[in-house]
């Protein structure tokens, strides 16, 4: 088991490594997320020893569950799930870094002020609807200038850049065209210039479609099951708009 997980991360790396080289673009600048949805603490913690720190959940419980079997190994945790305001409290409580998924007023307000309570600061990603597809969350992308000039002046919530989930088909120029739309939107927003908000990150491309994520500029690309298999449940599970299981 050990041995496939490592192997299965040499692999993506070099997927990684030659779409950097088939773009121009140095591999120094995308970072490698693994989604560990579904994926159990013990298999997670071989790719943690292995270097690769930075993961990321997609329901509550699932962090809640592996919390203290991971907690003593170095890692950064994101958060890229659709986050209901009644699981705040436990976002800040297991050491998420970053949300990846904030694509609503309610959500910033009501997380700006937990942040205050807490005298903590959190970075976000403003998750962007680019397929226009009804099941997807995410704010639409003619919306998402307003969302960030508001979301601007909480001061608890530092805008790093955007996320997409993006189309999930096996047309790659459709594919495509929802990943060019979102950094044609990074470009929009770093032009406007708006106080307090970065457009470092472009988190964008998951296993099917990561090349064609890094040859539009994506600068994080979210990985499961290429590293640890195929999950029990479809992807429809964690990205359809019509289930809210947490």
């Not at 040499?10 to 579904?38: F, G, M, W």
């Not at 594919?175 to 990074?186: D, E, M």
Request: with cysteine; glycine share 4%; aromatic share 4%.
């Amino acid at each position: 088991m050990s041995e496939d997980i490592l192997q299965h991360l040499r692999e993506i790396e070099n997927r990684i490594q030659q779409a950097c080289v088939n773009s121009h673009r140095d591999p120094a600048a995308v970072k490698l997320l693994l989604a560990t949805k579904t994926v159990p603490a013990e298999r997670i913690r071989i790719a943690l020893e292995a270097g690769h720190t930075l993961i990321a959940e997609n329901k509550i419980q699932e962090l809640k569950e592996k919390y203290e079997a991971l907690k003593n190994i170095p890692h950064e945790n994101h958060f890229i799930g659709h986050l209901q305001t009644n699981k705040i409290k436990d976002l800040l409580k297991y050491d998420v870094t970053c949300l990846q998924s904030l694509d609503r007023w309610d959500l910033a307000e009501k997380l700006h002020q937990r942040l205050l309570s807490e005298k903590k600061t959190l970075d976000v990603l403003i998750q962007v609807n680019t397929s226009g597809e009804e099941s997807k969350f995410g704010i639409p992308p003619e919306a998402a200038i307003s969302l960030i000039e508001g979301v601007s002046q909480l001061s608890t919530l530092k805008i790093k850049g955007l996320m997409t989930i993006g189309l999930l088909s096996a047309e790659t120029e459709k594919v495509r065209a929802c990943f060019r739309l979102l950094k044609s939107l990074q470009q929009q927003i770093a032009t406007a210039r708006i106080p307090r908000v970065e457009m470092l990150e472009l988190s964008m491309g998951m296993s099917g479609d990561l090349e064609t994520a890094i040859e539009e500029g994506a600068t994080i690309v979210r990985v499961g099951t290429a590293v640890f298999g195929q999950r029990p449940t479809p992807d429809s599970y964690y990205w359809n708009e019509s289930v809210k299981v947490e």
